[in-house]
Nanobody, 115 residues
Framework: QVQLVESGGGLVQPGGSLRLSCAAS????????MAWYRQAPGKQRELVAT???????NYADNVKGRFTISRDNAKNTVYLQMTSLKPEDTAVYYC?????????WGQGTQATVSS
């Protein structure tokens, strides 16, 4: 059972930045894919970014050029650097990993973009 703990959310003004962290309870070298999802009030959960064990990254169109996903294998942590934030980025952000075809989720961290 993989445990994931997110942190780094908060309140930020439009145009600001946040860095989210997701710490895993075991080596992320064993994870096939690591990802960030988000869910805004009244909306479905959507995929934001993914990073594979080999380092390949993919982003949703609405965050490309603004968000960066990265991983630190030594710290068993995946990050989501969010810049040029917009009010529509307000959501609960969830960390997700896939290990041996099983999905694991964190508890989520709230990011609010508002003036």
């Amino acid at each position: 059972q993989v445990q994931l703990v997110e942190s780094g959310g908060g309140l930020v003004q439009p145009g600001g930045s946040l860095r989210l962290s997701c710490a895993a309870s075991e080596s992320i070298l064993s994870m096939d894919v690591m990802a960030w999802y988000r869910q805004a009030p009244g909306k479905q959960r959507e995929l934001v970014a993914t990073i594979t064990n080999g380092g390949s990254r993919n982003y949703a169109d609405n965050v490309k050029g603004r968000f960066t996903i990265s991983r630190d294998n030594a710290k068993n942590t995946v990050y989501l650097q969010m810049t040029s934030l917009k009010p529509e980025d307000t959501a609960v952000y969830y960390c997700n990993v896939v290990k041996r075809y099983i999905n694991y989720w964190g508890q989520g961290t709230q990011a609010t973009v508002s003036s």
